[in-house]
């Protein structure tokens, strides 16, 4: 008999423990839920309310830590992670996600992730209907993936990215200025990313100019207890796309991380991830009432 008990996620307490559980109930098919460095790299982020995390909630039976409903970003978008064994655990995190998980203009929405049959079974029978989703591919570093940087290019040295030039990328490479104007050299936020308990950004890379200026940028949590070199972000900031600067980035994380172990790396649902040799990859659905 499952002696099953609930509390309330406190980030102050729980986040370590949080993080070890999603470590444990890892799989490539993403049975358990999403990876660990997704959840860490949201709760650092500027982007992420976290008003509602005390909402976020935490299934035990005894010490070990065996289900998990969250949000992310916008809070009305809700996860879950679940170990082996423990599935019929599974309508009642989907009840409580509806009772007491936040939701935006009255809406929520639940997502999956990968292989997570026992929540599609429990959103059927709920009322919820699949309403899109995407594909993201993985890389398998069995296969070689060598694009060449081009010339009149370089890469940072290991573990020499400068937390304010990466901002600047990631504002233009984002599209950010386009939409909400320049730059306004705000970089606060970004000691917030690297400093988070497993942020590893002596992996981070950056395509600079002739001039030294960052104009492409790939940030790495590298996962050794998965194998999983956990990419994030990445991007290229507009006027120096289609150069192939993406592509030899990842080549090169592909080059310092293969020898540490890593089996395989993330990707996205950009069309460019297969042009470059990503393969089939985690299926992310959406449920909606």
């Known amino acids: 008999m499952k002696n099953i008990a609930t ?9 370590m423990d949080v993080y070890d559980f999603l470590l444990d109930i890892f799989s490539q098919d993403r049975r358990g839920g999403v990876p660990a460095p997704f959840w860490e790299y949201a709760l ?9 995390l005390h909402r976020c909630r935490i299934w035990k039976e005894g ?4 289900g998990f409903c969250f949000h992310e ?9 679940l170990r082996e064994g423990y599935e019929e655990l599974a309508p009642e995190m989907l009840e409580y996600a509806e009772k007491h998980m936040p939701r935006t203009d009255g809406k929520q929405q ?10 599609e079974q429990a959103d059927k029978a709920a009322g919820f209907e699949k309403a899109g989703g995407y594909e993201s591919l993985v890389y398998d570093f069995d296969e070689p993936l060598s694009y060449p940087l081009p010339e009149g290019f370089t890469f940072t040295e290991s573990g020499s990215v400068d937390p304010a ?34 942020a590893t950004p002596e992996y981070d890379i950056a395509v600079m100019n002739g001039k030294g200026e960052y104009v492409c940028y790939a940030g790495m949590w590298w996962v050794p207890e998965n194998k999983l070199a956990y990419l994030e972000p990445l991007c290229t900031v507009p006027e120096y796309r289609h150069k ?17 172990g890593a089996t395989h790396m993330t990707g996205g649902g950009n069309p460019f991830y297969a042009k470059i040799g990503y393969k089939k990859g985690i299926e992310w659905s959406f449920w909606r009432k």
């Not at 650092?44 to 509602?52: F, I, P, R």
């Not at 639940?110 to 929540?119: A, C, D, M, P, S």
């Open 7 to 15: 509390k309330q996620f406190s980030i102050l307490s729980d986040h």
């Open 110 to 119: 639940i997502v999956l992730v990968g292989n997570q049959r026992e929540f």
């Open 244 to 260: 192939g600067l993406a592509a030899a980035a990842l080549s090169e994380l592909y080059r310092r991380l293969r020898p540490l």
């Open 63 to 66: 010490e070990k830590i065996v």
């Open 44 to 52: 650092v982020s500027s982007w992420m309310d976290k008003s509602y």
């Open 165 to 198: 030039k990466a901002c600047e990328c990631c504002w233009r490479g984002f599209d950010h200025e386009q939409e909400e104007g320049p730059w306004n050299g705000e970089y606060e936020y970004a000691y917030d990313l690297i400093n988070a308990p497993h």
């Open 73 to 81: 970003n916008p809070v009305s978008d809700i996860y879950f992670s």
